[in-house]
């Protein structure tokens, strides 16, 4: 129905930035009722956790770890959604996945790898 495909990781010292895109293609009916849009992350051993989420019409949500470091955005033309991560730090380091909302359920993409190290 929905493919989510993430770019964008990589490696980064500590105070650097990276910039995560998600692009969504699929059947054109379900991305037309897309809502939420954002990015979880999941570092080895801890639980996965919601780190931004936008949607049309919504002001943005941020966990309180990455509030006035991270950006999200959503260009909705063309099913992209953005995460700016800037003065990354150490406990930034984990997979992260973009996610997709629609009626019914989720969907998700394949994660990608964030490593921030000196």
């Known amino acids: 129905q929905v493919q989510l495909v993430e770019s964008g990781g990589g490696l980064v010292q500590p105070g650097g930035s990276l910039r995560l895109s998600c692009a969504a293609s699929?059947?054109?009916?379900?991305?037309?009722?897309?809502?939420?849009m954002g990015w979880y992350r999941q570092a080895p051993g801890k639980e996965r956790e919601l780190v931004a989420r936008?949607?049309?019409?919504?002001?943005?949500n941020y966990a309180d770890a990455v509030k006035g470091r991270f950006t999200i955005s959503r260009d909705n033309s063309k099913n992209l959604v953005y995460l700016q991560m800037n003065n990354l730090k150490l406990e930034d380091t984990a997979v992260y996945y973009c996610?997709?909302?629609?009626?019914?359920?989720?969907?998700w993409g394949q994660g990608t790898q964030v490593t921030v190290s000196s």
């Open positions: 996610n997709a909302a629609a009626t019914g359920r989720d969907y």
């Open positions: 936008i949607n049309r019409g919504h002001s943005p």
């Open positions: 699929g059947n054109i009916f379900v991305l037309n009722i897309m809502g939420w």
